[in-house]
């Protein structure tokens, strides 16, 4: 599969999803194959990676060299202590990811996010189809429905890198 195939079929996957915060999907990938796809939950905490790799875990699943980690919003590196979960890029570095290509920037966390990959040795990249890039920010955008951050903040929504 090309990239534009894996991620249109992220981003049907994710028609399907609520999440009140912003629906992400994501997805393995070994040998330009989807071994394992799965959307954020729609309870507002459980986050795509978060899900994707626990059911990788359960279904053992060889996280190796050659697994892909293609991602619609790039891996957040923070959630509020009271949710009860590890950041997914905490979640990803334990799990033993390589290689990660997402399709936006995470509003809010994707400097610290990209400093801790490239730390632990992660290829970490965003696609440059701004086409992808633009569907992966319609669809995060176009679902939140939660106004507030836990620290009652407004919910930053993301954009390309270029507009900023």
Known sequence: MTEIEIFEQLFELG????????????CLVEDDNVILSSPSANDGIRHAEDLLLEQAKI????????????????PCSYRSPKNNVDDCTTIIIKAGIKNIIYAAPDPEYSQEARDRFLKAGVSYQMTQDKDITLKAINLFN??????????NLPRKKTIPQELE
Not at 15 to 26: H, I, L, Y
């Open 142 to 151: 176009n679902t939140i429905t939660i106004p507030l951050t836990s620290m």
């Open 59 to 74: 279904s053992g699943i060889d996280i190796n060299d050659k697994v892909i980690l293609y991602v619609t919003l790039e």
């Open 15 to 26: 028609k399907t999803a609520q999440d009140p915060e912003g629906v992400v999907v994501a």
